[in-house]
């Protein structure tokens, strides 16, 4: 069995430091979902210099946007979404004290330095595990822009929610450290 | 003429897509299981155990595979001694896409407007509809639920004749490279080759539906699909992209007829939750 690093949100620089590239995590606590719309909203607000419908310093955001809940399930399948998309939004966050994000594919040369400078993670979810991720989300409640539907802000409460380490904070990517080993 | 009414066709359309979002066919599980096998990378192996045991709790409590239920992309085959009555065929499949989506907490994922306003239609509609008309009396369905993580991988090239087989090869290898960890591997990838720009993406997303394991009829078509999958697992991309030597699960090419100037090459890139459902009426 490999090893499982479990940690609680939110997060400071201390759980941070810890996480290398590669370790398996279970998270416990509160995160937030954000995609496209979701972050777009947030982002113009930076610029405008006005304030964020979500306290974001320490906190996690998963990309995801959730199929609707089975009636008796707190949460829809909820694998994550495609990172890139969320990547020219995401060091103005990381900026104001955003500690990891939770997705799935590449990130830009921009957001894996931001990452460095402000002490962040980027988690992987596997994609297309939507019903087994969902399992560990407890509670789900709508939290800002709730017109956007499945691409409304959320607050998960989650328990064990099963991450890898995919870039940790001295830009270790397990994306091309991995691979070369396998190629022939 | 057998008349079929617009409200079988509706309701064949819900029941396909509710039986595609939530139960991932055998073939293509048991694929998965040989790939578990096969795989050499821990992490590869984690992932892929995450992947099957996801695919077993979605089929067991019918919820979906994936968040992403992707757009409704219907494939056709319309009996030309087939009548609809009672109402109109296209409303009929996008009625069935609807309840499908509405009743089945699948996600509405449809956009009205590309470019501008990007409001959501709320309903999962307008479907992507091809149909082709075919002897006999009978309607037949495959229905498949793609989504835009993998959709968007997706790769069209206008190959010259002179390129060869060698081009094709290369350019289908390179699309799986540059997507890498992106469409959510490991990957079904889906080819056309041949027609026209159009015709040759239309045929590599249905290609993606063909039974796993299944090669071309047409052996030197086959060959190339061997060879361009064991290239592709070479790349050491793997499983969720994190490393490994499953980075496909199968590669289908289906070829047409083209123009004595061209060789089209379209790949379309399915994620390891290939969901599709077939049905007659």
């Known amino acids: ?184 | 003429m057998r008349k079929i009414k617009a409200n079988q066709i509706k309701d064949k359309v819900k029941e396909l897509f509710l039986k595609a979002n939530y139960h991932i066919d055998q073939d293509l599980m048991q694929r998965l299981e040989d790939a578990l096998k096969e795989e050499t990378s821990p992490i590869g192996k984690s992932v892929l155990n995450m992947i099957i045991e996801n695919n077993q709790i979605a089929s067991s409590e019918e919820i979906a595979i994936c968040q992403d239920t992707g757009l409704a992309v219907l494939f056709i085959e319309l009996g030309q001694e087939a009548q609809i009555t009672d109402g109109d065929f296209t409303k009929a499949i996008n009625q069935g896409v609807k309840e499908a989506y509405e009743e089945g907490y699948l996600r509405k994922s449809v956009v009205d407007d590309p470019v501008f306003e990007r409001k959501n239609t709320k309903t999962n509609t307008p479907a992507i509809i091809y149909t082709d008309i075919i002897p006999g009396d009978k309607i037949k369905f495959l229905v498949m639920p793609k989504g835009f993580g993998s959709e968007n991988m997706s790769a069209l090239e206008m190959l010259k004749p002179a390129d060869g087989p060698e081009g094709i090869v290369k350019f289908i290898v390179e699309t799986v490279r540059k997507a890498g960890p992106n469409p959510c591997p490991p990957t079904i990838i889906g080819v056309g080759i041949g027609g026209t720009a159009d015709r040759a993406m239309v045929i590599a997303k249905k290609a993606i539906a063909r039974e796993i394991g299944c090669h071309n009829k047409n052996e030197k078509y086959a060959l190339m699909e061997r060879k361009i999958l064991t290239k592709i697992n070479n790349l050491g991309i793997g499983p969720a992209g994190l490393g490994g030597n499953v980075t496909s699960l199968a590669v289908h090419i289906e070829y047409l007829p083209t123009h004595i100037a061209g060789m089209p090459v379209a790949v379309n890139v399915c994620c390891h939750a290939a969901r599709h459902a077939e049905g007659i009426l």
């Open chain 1, 1 to 184: 069995m490999r090893n499982i690093i479990k940690i609680t949100t939110p997060l400071n620089d201390e759980k941070i430091i810890n996480l290398k590239a590669g370790d398996f995590v279970n998270i416990t606590g509160y995160i937030y979902t954000g995609r496209d719309a979701a972050h777009k909203r947030l982002f113009d607000l930076i610029k405008k210099g006005l304030e964020l419908p979500i306290e974001i310093k320490g906190q996690v955001i998963y990309y995801v946007g959730p199929a609707p809940a089975k009636p008796g399930y707190p949460c829809g399948s909820a694998g994550p979404t495609t990172s890139y998309r969320m990547d020219p939004y995401t060091p103005a966050l990381l900026d104001l004290g955003l500690k990891g994000t939770i997705g799935k594919g590449l990130r830009s040369k921009k957001v894996i330095e931001s990452m460095k400078k402000n002490k962040a993670i980027y988690f992987g979810a596997v994609g297309g595990a939507a019903a087994l991720i969902a399992r560990s989300i407890k509670k789900s409640e709508v939290i800002a822009y709730e017109d956007l539907g499945a691409e409304a802000i959320h607050r998960y409460y989650v328990e064990d929610f099963p991450v890898i380490v995919i870039i940790d904070c001295q830009s270790n990517n397990l994306y091309e450290t991995e691979p070369p080993k396998y190629k022939k």
